[in-house]
């Protein structure tokens, strides 16, 4: 379906819009609001609510610099976290500290990144520790981020996003959201992504982005339209892998590993109460990869991410050889 629509708009010499197309800012509005709960402002008002962009992981990386952020200060970061955040605040000068609760001490801290459900572990934030990062941050004047690229992929339960009402109250201020199709599309390739919330400070990341460059193309817009139009192909993707994480946990458990957390997103946070490394060359073994936790944090140390985005063949081969 997304395939058909990029085909379809394939013919597009012209230069693409960073703002996105009315069409695609329309059905980000909608989706937001069908699929999350979430009102975002008139996504076609002179201060924009949503914007696209070239996948989730540049934004992650650039949204510090684009935010004016450079020459001091800290960005908080989960304990456990996607190499990114840190990749981004190291890019604009910025040092970084680890935490999964807002800090009584915000001194020097200029933006937060939240990541429910989280990469790798699978954790889901609750509507009270949310809550606590926007009172928090709205206190001290920080940003407050969300990356909620999984956040369709609730398993055990169902995420809540930082935008919705329950949690920000009756308005954005202060608050952005990162969504993105590649995980709930399977459309990584497509390279494409959303930014919404306080339309102060999506206006501010959008008149840096196309000075920059950072164009979503037209034929990708208008695939990503399409695809937060359709529910019916994120439903039937979400079924598959439901259907892998069934089989692969219970092998896993079966095969005397622990999983942690992992009630949502696409991967299993894998013990044995070892050192990691320990773990990866037991996997290694049965000719298993997995990724060791020590990349996401110390405090994956003795952990290990096994990812669901395997095909079902080699799902099946996996949980073959943990059963022995």
């Not at 320990?278 to 140390?301: E, H």
């Amino acid at each position: 379906m997304l395939a058909t629509a990029l085909a379809g708009a394939g013919n597009a010499p012209g230069y693409p819009t960073a703002l996105g197309t009315a069409a695609l800012r329309t059905a980000a509005a909608a989706w937001l609001r069908r699929r999350l709960g979430v009102q975002v402002a008139d996504p076609l008002g002179t201060d924009p609510s949503v914007i696209p962009t070239v996948g989730s992981k540049e934004l992650v990386a650039l949204l510090p610099t684009m935010l004016g952020l450079r020459g001091g200060g800290t960005v908080l970061v989960p304990e456990v976290a996607y190499p990114t955040y840190e990749v981004g605040a190291v890019l604009a000068g910025l040092a970084v500290r680890r935490t999964d609760t807002p800090p009584a001490d915000a001194t020097g801290v200029v933006l937060a990144w939240l990541n429910s459900p989280g990469n790798p572990h699978g954790r889901v934030l609750t509507d009270d520790q949310l809550r606590a990062w926007v009172e928090w941050g709205r206190a001290h004047g920080i940003p407050v981020i969300a990356d909620e690229c999984y956040i369709t992929l609730g398993w055990d339960v169902e995420p809540r996003s930082l935008l919705h009402p329950d949690v920000a109250g009756a308005d954005h201020s202060g608050l952005l959201a990162v969504h993105s199709l590649s995980k709930q599309s399977t459309a990584a390739g497509y390279r494409a992504g959303l930014l919404s919330g306080d339309p102060a400070l999506v206006r501010t990341v959008w008149e840096v982005r196309r000075h920059l460059g950072l164009l979503v193309p037209t034929p990708v817009q208008v695939a990503m339209t399409a695809g937060l139009a359709d529910d019916a192909h994120v439903d039937a993707q979400r079924e598959r892998y439901r259907a892998r994480r069934e089989q692969l946990a219970a092998a896993v458990r079966g095969a005397g590993a622990r999983i942690d957390h992992s009630e949502a997103g696409l991967y299993l946070w894998v013990t044995r109460d070892e050192d990691c490394w320990t773990t990866i060359d037991w996997l290694a073994g049965l000719g298993i990869v997995a990724a060791p936790g020590s990349f996401y944090g110390p405090a994956g140390a003795q952990h290990v991410r096994m990812a669901l985005t395997a095909i079902d063949e080699r799902i099946a081969t996996a949980v073959e050889r943990l059963a022995g």
